[in-house]
């Protein structure tokens, strides 16, 4: 089965890092794009950064500088470093390939002073 499981979300003061986790299962992570998206209460999913097989990444503009998109084959894992985190950045958070996305239960990101 086709499956990916995000982790590490939380809560934290405006200022502060997380780093998010996506394990792959059922695919081998290493043969395709992998990317986060966002969704935050009454607003449509955004895509927040790409990252390609060849290692090529991508962010939007809002993120650009402050998260890092990464791989780990071995791991079969794709992580997400968010820094300077902003109450702008609250929202369920989603890994899934890049081309023909699949939806799982993501991850609560909470930025709050």
């Known amino acids: 089965q086709v499956q990916v499981v995000e982790s590490a979300g939380g809560l934290v003061q405006p200022g502060g890092s997380l780093r998010l986790s996506c394990a792959a299962s059922?695919?081998?992570?290493?043969?395709?794009?992998m990317s986060w998206y966002r969704q935050a209460p009454g607003k449509e999913r955004e895509l927040v950064a790409t990252?390609?097989?060849?290692?090529?990444?991508t962010y939007a503009d809002s993120v650009k500088g402050r998260f890092t998109i990464s791989r780990d084959n071995a791991k079969n894992t794709v992580y997400l470093q968010m820094n300077r985190l902003q109450p702008d950045d609250t929202a369920v958070y989603y890994c899934?390939?890049?081309?023909?996305?699949?939806w799982g239960q993501g991850t609560q990101v909470t930025v709050s002073s």
């Open positions: 059922g695919f081998t992570l290493r043969f395709y794009a």
């Open positions: 990252i390609t097989s060849a290692g090529s990444t």
């Open positions: 899934t390939r890049s081309n023909g996305p699949f």
